[in-house]
């Protein structure tokens, strides 16, 4: 790993990303690169087949206001920044006042995103990156590890990202979680597969509503946990911002996400 982007809306908190960040950035000697996002004025659109699941830019306040009213916390939060990685010994870099689009643009070159749980701009950029995105919800790094399995190229592909590219986590105590799985053999199969990677993973299986059994699996595990997961279809991924597993869950415990898609 060599690039990390840290993306923040000027009102966003900086603590949980650049906590998250310069710890991932230590182990890998990589460079952080922190972007202050202007919200936009229009939808972005890609291509993206689901239009109706994307919020509304006129959700948004124009771009230009909020960066001109927030011009002293984005100074404060850059302060924040300097120091952290100074302390760390991390090289860095910053950009003001960055649109979306540009934003997704500078994915094709880095190797990871993070951003803030609360951030009202993901469901607008995750379905576009061009590398993974580790959602924060807590300002320490993850204790458990969840890694959604639905025996398909998607989850897969969200899997084996997850362990190249944070390695120094397969100590952490983690499930393959499959939901309805369609064959229970290949499912083990694919956990044999997986165990020289980690050093305490174990399968668990559930039955019924996706959002519910996860929930409940989530529900019953202590500490902040990260979740891994592919798109499921992209349009899945705006739908879990704002249906009740991300509303109910992650906003009540500390539930992070590091999500990766082709």
């Not at 960066?67 to 924040?80: A, F, M, R, Y």
């Not at 950009?95 to 951030?119: C, F, G, H, P």
């Not at 009202?120 to 580790?134: E, I, M, R, S």
């Not at 499959?178 to 299986?205: A, C, Q, R, V």
């Amino acid at each position: 790993m060599k690039k990390i982007i840290i993306a923040l809306a000027p009102i966003d908190s900086i603590l949980r990303v650049t906590t998250i960040a310069t710890e991932i950035a230590k182990n890998h000697s990589a460079d952080i690169h922190l972007v202050f996002l202007s919200l936009p004025t229009e939808k972005l659109d890609y291509g993206y087949p689901f239009p109706n699941d994307l919020s509304s830019a006129e959700d948004f306040p124009d771009g230009k206001n909020i960066t001109d009213s927030n011009e002293q916390l984005i100074e404060d939060k850059l302060k924040l920044f300097k120091e952290e990685c100074a302390s760390a010994q991390i090289s860095f870099s910053f950009e003001k006042n960055i649109s979306l689009e540009q934003l997704i643009k500078e994915t094709t070159d880095a190797d990871l995103l993070v951003a803030d749980r609360s951030a009202d701009f993901l469901p607008k950029v995750l379905p576009h990156l061009h590398c993974p995105a580790f959602i924060a919800a807590e300002d320490h790094l993850p204790e458990k590890v969840v890694l959604m399995f639905k025996n398909s190229a998607s989850s897969k592909f969200a899997i084996e990202n997850y362990i190249s590219l944070l390695p120094e986590f397969k100590n952490f105590t983690t499930w393959l979680l499959s939901i309805n799985p369609d064959d229970e053999k290949e499912n083990g199969d694919y956990l044999t597969n997986l165990k020289s990677s980690f050093t305490d993973i174990s399968m668990k299986s559930l039955h019924g509503k996706v959002e519910k059994e996860t929930e409940h699996f989530l529900s019953e595990i202590s500490g902040h946990i990260l979740v891994i997961m592919g798109s499921f279809g992209r349009s899945e991924i705006s739908r879990f911002f704002h249906e009740s597993l991300a509303n109910s869950v992650m906003e009540e415990k500390g539930v992070s996400l590091f999500i990766a898609h082709k």
